[in-house]
């Protein structure tokens, strides 16, 4: 065992290229609640999003990688979320289906071409 510490969680960075139109996907669209908006030293535009136990940041920093990002969300009746996105008009890149890893996993693409992998451990899987 380390004596180093130990992580706690990871939070993943998005970049979007303008915030308004990005926190209206992830709000409106995805169900996110803005928990915190705010402007850092470079003058970048950055939001805290949050749904139930997941966390996402968003940033128009040009630090930042540019679009591409990917984020694995664990999350619990993969299928129900992404009936509710569909009935929110959200595009689904990838149909909930099991993957060969033991997940069922399904993938949404934001408009700045972020993709977040809404994934859930399969239990029916055998060592």
Known sequence: MSRAGRLLLAVPVLHVDEMSGALSFYR?????????EYRDAEGAD???LQRDEAALHLSTSARGARGGGVA???????????LDLRERG????????????????????????NQLRLTEPR???RP
């Open 46 to 48: 950055c939001a805290v």
């Open 90 to 113: 959200v595009g689904i890149e990838l149909q909930p289906a099991d993957q060969p890893w033991g997940t069922r996993e399904c993938h949404v693409l934001d408009p700045y071409g």
């Open 28 to 36: 409106d669209r995805l169900g996110f609640e803005v928990t915190g």
């Open 123 to 125: 239990t029916d899987q």
């Open 72 to 82: 694995v969300v664990f999350v619990h009746a993969v299928d129900a979320i992404a």
